[in-house]
């Protein structure tokens, strides 16, 4: 089937967002990313679900969030908004 990275919600996001995940493999890795690559957080997932990202101490910008797994990436973008 592959893996599925869906968009985060709420978004923008203030605190919280949460964010649904799919994949098939033992574990994967969600990364939270600045538009210059930096990486802000990692969160290793155990199997799929719907995982928090927590941007409470985050600036408002623009950052991508990736779903690494199966050797694999999909990026999507999320807006933070105080």
Do not use: C, R, W
Request: charged residues 20%; without cysteine; glycine residues 8%.
């Amino acid at each position: 089937e592959g893996d599925k990275l869906g968009q985060n919600y709420p978004n923008p996001a203030k605190e919280k967002t949460y964010v649904n995940v799919e994949f098939s493999s033992m574990e994967a890795t969600l990364t939270l990313s600045n538009i210059l690559g930096q990486v802000i957080q990692i969160q290793k997932l155990p199997q799929s679900g719907t995982y928090i990202i927590d941007v409470t101490n985050i600036q408002e910008g623009v950052y991508f969030y990736t779903l690494a797994a199966d050797g694999h990436k999909v990026t999507k973008k999320l807006t933070v908004k105080k």
